[in-house]
C-alpha cells in the first residue's frame, strides 16, 4: 500500500516536473526571441495593397522587435503558393504571413482542393489593416456612374471583362455579387501579379473594368487615367470624398473592403505569438505609420488579443462561403 502511494507520489512529481520544465521552457522562448532576422512572407507581387501595408509595417515591427523584417513576395495560385509556403515553414517565429480576406477566407471555400486550411494550420496574431476597393473604368467606357455603367454592361452582354487581383480576392467576390443582383454579365480575367498587376490591365486598356483595392488604384484615378465610379466601404473615404459608396447606390451589402494580417505556422509557441502582437500593435501605434497607411487609403485596424483575431477569421470564413455559394463563383 505504502508502496503504491509512493508510486503515484513520484508520477505526480514527475508530471508536474514536466509540466514546470514546459511552462519555464515556453517562456524563456518567448523572452529570448527573437534573436534572428524574421521572415514576412506577403503572397502577392509588389504593387498592391498587401505589399503596401507589409513594407510599411515591416519597417515598424523590425524597430519593435529590434529585428530585421525581410520580406518574401511569394505569389502564385491565388496567394495559396504563399500560404502554403508558410504554414509548412517551422513553426519558431521566424516565419510569418501577411494574408488578406482572399487567401484566408475566401480560397478555402472557392478553393476546397488546397490542402492549407487557415484556421487550422496557421496562428492568428493580429488584424492589421482594411483597404476600401474601389469600382474602377478605363477612360475608354463612356460611363460616369454606376447606373450607366449597367446600362452600358446589359446592352454588351458577355463583350466587356473585368479584372481582379486574383480568383479569391474579396474585390472579385464583391463584383460576382455586384452582376448577380444587376444582371449584368461580364467576363472575369484573373491577374497573377495581385492589385498591381489588375491595375495594370485596367491602364493598358486588357479590360474594361476592376474592382480592386484604392490603394493600387488610387494614383491613377487622382491622374484622370481611371475612373472611379463607386468605393467598397461603410462610408465615403476621404481621399475620394466625391465618389458615393456602393451602399448608397443601392447595395448595402457591398460594405467589406480587404482586410489583411499577421500569421504564423499553427505550432508556433503561444508566447511567441503573444509577443508579435504586442509588438505589431505597439509598432502601428505610430502616428508616421498611421499617417502613410491613411495617405494610400488604408485603416489601422488591429485586434485586442490572437483569440480575437481567430474568432474575426471564424466569421470571416463562415460568410464569404455563403456568398462564393450564392454567386456561383468558381476559381476559373
Same mark, same amino acid.
Request: hydrophobic share 45%; aromatic share 6%; glycine share 8%.
Given at each position: 500500500?505504502?508502496?503504491?502511494?509512493?508510486?503515484?507520489?513520484?508520477?505526480?512529481?514527475?508530471?508536474?516536473?514536466?509540466?514546470?520544465?514546459?511552462?519555464?521552457?515556453?517562456?524563456?522562448?518567448?523572452?529570448?526571441?527573437?534573436?534572428?532576422?524574421?521572415?514576412?512572407?506577403?503572397?502577392?507581387?509588389?504593387?498592391?495593397?498587401?505589399?503596401?501595408?507589409?513594407?510599411?509595417?515591416?519597417?515598424?515591427?523590425?524597430?519593435?522587435?529590434?529585428?530585421?523584417?525581410?520580406?518574401?513576395?511569394?505569389?502564385?495560385?491565388?496567394?495559396?503558393?504563399?500560404?502554403?509556403?508558410?504554414?509548412?515553414?517551422?513553426?519558431?517565429?521566424?516565419?510569418?504571413?501577411?494574408?488578406?480576406?482572399?487567401?484566408?477566407?475566401?480560397?478555402?471555400?472557392?478553393?476546397?482542393?488546397?490542402?492549407?486550411?487557415?484556421?487550422?494550420?496557421?496562428?492568428?496574431?493580429?488584424?492589421?489593416?482594411?483597404?476600401?476597393?474601389?469600382? %474602377?473604368?478605363? /477612360?475608354? $467606357?463612356? #460611363?460616369?456612374?454606376?447606373?450607366?455603367?449597367?446600362?452600358? =454592361?446589359?446592352? @454588351?452582354? !458577355? *463583350?466587356?471583362?473585368?479584372?481582379?487581383?486574383?480568383?479569391?480576392?474579396?474585390?472579385?467576390?464583391?463584383?460576382?455579387?455586384?452582376?448577380?443582383?444587376?444582371?449584368?454579365?461580364?467576363?472575369?480575367?484573373?491577374?497573377?501579379?495581385?492589385?498591381?498587376?489588375?491595375?495594370?490591365?485596367?491602364?493598358?486598356?486588357?479590360?474594361?473594368?476592376?474592382?480592386?483595392?484604392?490603394? %493600387?488604384?488610387? /494614383?491613377? $484615378?487622382? #491622374?484622370?487615367?481611371?475612373?472611379?465610379?463607386?468605393?467598397? =466601404?461603410?462610408? @465615403?473615404? !476621404? *481621399?475620394?470624398?466625391?465618389?458615393?459608396?456602393?451602399?448608397?447606390?443601392?447595395?448595402?451589402?457591398?460594405?467589406?473592403?480587404?482586410?489583411?494580417?499577421?500569421?504564423?505556422?499553427?505550432?508556433?509557441?503561444?508566447?511567441?505569438?503573444?509577443?508579435?502582437?504586442?509588438?505589431?500593435?505597439?509598432?502601428?501605434?505610430?502616428?508616421?505609420?498611421?499617417?502613410?497607411?491613411?495617405?494610400?487609403?488604408?485603416?489601422?485596424?488591429?485586434?485586442?488579443?490572437?483569440?480575437?483575431?481567430?474568432?474575426?477569421?471564424?466569421?470571416?470564413?463562415?460568410?464569404?462561403?455563403?456568398?462564393?455559394?450564392?454567386?456561383?463563383?468558381?476559381?476559373?
Amino acid at each position: 500500500m505504502v508502496r503504491s502511494i509512493t508510486a503515484r507520489i513520484g508520477a505526480t512529481a514527475v508530471c508536474l516536473l514536466a509540466q514546470f520544465s514546459a511552462a519555464a521552457q515556453t517562456a524563456t522562448v518567448g523572452n529570448d526571441y527573437p534573436t534572428r532576422p524574421i521572415r514576412m512572407i506577403v503572397p502577392f507581387a509588389p504593387g498592391g495593397a498587401s505589399d503596401f501595408v507589409a513594407r510599411i509595417l515591416q519597417q515598424r515591427l523590425g524597430e519593435a522587435l529590434s529585428q530585421q523584417i525581410v520580406v518574401d513576395n511569394r505569389s502564385g495560385a491565388a496567394g495559396n503558393v504563399g500560404v502554403e509556403a508558410a504554414a509548412r515553414a517551422n513553426p519558431d517565429g521566424y516565419t510569418l504571413l501577411f494574408g488578406n480576406v482572399g487567401t484566408m477566407a475566401i480560397n478555402p471555400s472557392l478553393i476546397p482542393q488546397f490542402a492549407i486550411r487557415p484556421l487550422r494550420d496557421l496562428a492568428g496574431i493580429t488584424l492589421v489593416s482594411d483597404t476600401p476597393g474601389a469600382l %474602377a473604368l478605363h /477612360p475608354s $467606357i463612356p #460611363a460616369t456612374t454606376v447606373k450607366e455603367f449597367v446600362a452600358y =454592361a446589359k446592352a @454588351r452582354p !458577355s *463583350q466587356l471583362n473585368y479584372g481582379s487581383a486574383s480568383v479569391g480576392s474579396a474585390q472579385r467576390l464583391a463584383f460576382e455579387y455586384f452582376m448577380s443582383k444587376t444582371g449584368i454579365k461580364l467576363v472575369h480575367v484573373a491577374y497573377k501579379a495581385g492589385a498591381g498587376g489588375v491595375t495594370a490591365g485596367v491602364l493598358a486598356g486588357e479590360v474594361s473594368a476592376t474592382m480592386t483595392t484604392v490603394t %493600387a488604384v488610387l /494614383p491613377h $484615378i487622382k #491622374a484622370g487615367k481611371l475612373r472611379a465610379l463607386a468605393v467598397v =466601404a461603410p462610408q @465615403r473615404i !476621404s *481621399q475620394l470624398p466625391e465618389t458615393p459608396t456602393m451602399i448608397e447606390i443601392g447595395f448595402p451589402e457591398l460594405t467589406l473592403g480587404s482586410w489583411a494580417g499577421l500569421f504564423a505556422p499553427a505550432a508556433t509557441p503561444r508566447a511567441i505569438v503573444r509577443k508579435l502582437h504586442a509588438a505589431t500593435t505597439r509598432a502601428l501605434s505610430d502616428t508616421d505609420a498611421r499617417n502613410r497607411l491613411s495617405s494610400g487609403g488604408v485603416e489601422l485596424v488591429t485586434s485586442k488579443s490572437p483569440e480575437d483575431f481567430t474568432a474575426f477569421m471564424t466569421v470571416q470564413t463562415e460568410f464569404w462561403a455563403r456568398i462564393v455559394k450564392e454567386t456561383g463563383a468558381t476559381p476559373d
